[in-house]
């Protein structure tokens, strides 16, 4: 008998045409109160090298942390790369930025603003990355930012979910810094120090999914059509951001309609972006229609991007389920195929919905024409959103 993963393996395998890796070991991390912590213990522990990249730097006692830990590491002689999007990193204190490169951080910006170049001003970077000694690399939703610090606990602390990986899906997610770092001009840099990283006794299968702005549907969205298609009892999803172009609805409404359970749980009054959320209501109706589950978060920002499937994989990493995810920007996705780690998951997505409220088909149709008309004029805007 086969193992139950490998029919998930060989469809995404065959659908992406990127190999899983074994011998990989994951450990969730939940909210900044465990986040931060682990991300500058790694920092702190780094031997020869560590490459950095997020589009969100701002501003808060986190945004110095991080700084001052990177500026000792160049200090005592490490490689010390980091790339900072330009336009996400905007609101980051000048003196954050030149206390590193005092130390002797070498700092990139992604397309710098403005330039003459216009189309790539709408295309950033949304990867989040660090990777220290080619051995330890953390990936997923968390910006670095003082919304991000503390535990959920109120409206002012972000939820999310950030991701400790070790073994050779790293190099995946060194792929994807080193492609953002070529981008700003400069060259290729091997990893000398790497040995082999292979832990024989973790066989976490780990699938890692870099896409970058294209005129073309990316292969996150070939990733988020096989995820949707391939599950067999149910489909959990977890966004900042939920504007889905009508095929992934068409995907989502075929799902319910042949029994599978699918819940899709977003930010409710604490969006950052109301018009995110206006542009995500418009798809709420078909998808009631066919059965499928809508929650609204509505503790704090919900920022986190996960889905999960049919209790056996987990897909993770910065992009969003909107149309900049999936077209505009340069994102990093990871699928884990590991049931506990999927389990442990969707314990979480259990645990945030005592803090949602469902959103039920027959209140929702009664909306008001206002609201309907909001949503229908996002269109205009939509592959912004």
Not at 30 to 52: D, H, S, T, V
Not at 172 to 182: C, P, R, S, V
Not at 350 to 373: G, T
Request: charged content about 25%.
């Amino acid at each position: 008998m086969p193992e139950p993963t490998s029919y998930y393996k060989q469809l995404l395998e065959q659908s992406l045409g990127t190999p899983f890796t074994a011998g990989n070991k994951v450990d969730i991390l939940k909210n900044g109160n465990e986040i931060f912590p682990a991300m500058l213990e790694a920092i702190n522990n780094a031997r020869e090298r560590i490459e950095f990249l997020t589009f969100v730097y701002w501003t808060g006692n986190i945004a110095y942390d991080f700084a001052k830990a990177l500026s000792r590491k160049a200090e005592e002689g490490l490689e010390v790369f980091v790339i900072l999007d330009s336009f996400g990193a905007a609101k980051m204190p000048r003196e954050i930025s030149l206390l590193m490169e005092r130390s002797g951080v070498n700092i990139k910006w992604f397309r710098p603003m403005p330039q003459w170049k216009l189309w790539k001003i709408d295309n950033r970077t949304h990867r989040k990355v660090l990777i220290c000694d080619g051995e330890v690399a953390f990936t997923g939703g968390v910006g670095i930012a003082e919304e991000w610090e503390g535990d959920a606990r109120n409206e002012r602390e972000w939820r999310d979910t950030h991701f400790r990986i070790q073994g050779p899906a790293v190099f995946g997610l060194q792929a994807a810094f080193m492609e953002n770092w070529i981008e700003t001009g400069q060259k290729l840099k091997f990893d000398h120090s790497i040995k082999g990283n292979s832990l024989p006794d973790s066989n976490t299968h780990i699938q890692v999914i870099r896409t970058a702005a294209s005129v073309r549907w990316s292969d996150i969205v070939m990733l988020y059509q096989a995820l949707i298609k391939m599950a067999k009892e149910s489909i959990r999803i977890t966004t900042a951001y939920f504007n889905p172009n009508p095929v992934m609805i068409e995907l989502l409404k075929e799902a319910a309609q042949r029994g599978v359970e699918v819940q899709i749980m977003v930010p409710g009054k604490n969006i950052d972006k109301h018009v995110a959320r206006m542009a995500g209501d418009g798809s709420f109706e078909p998808l009631l229609d066919s059965d499928v589950k809508l929650w609204y978060y509505q503790k704090t920002m919900l920022h986190a991007k996960i889905i999960t499937v049919d209790d056996q994989l987990s897909c993770v990493g910065s992009a969003n389920f909107n149309h900049r995810s999936m077209l505009k920007d340069d994102e990093v996705n990871v699928v884990i195929l590991d049931k506990e780690i999927t389990g442990t998951l969707n314990d979480h997505f259990e645990e945030d919905l005592l803090h949602c409220e469902q959103v039920e088909k027959d209140r929702w149709k009664k909306r008001s024409l206002l609201k309907r008309a909001l949503e229908k004029i996002t269109w205009i805007i939509n592959r912004q959103i």
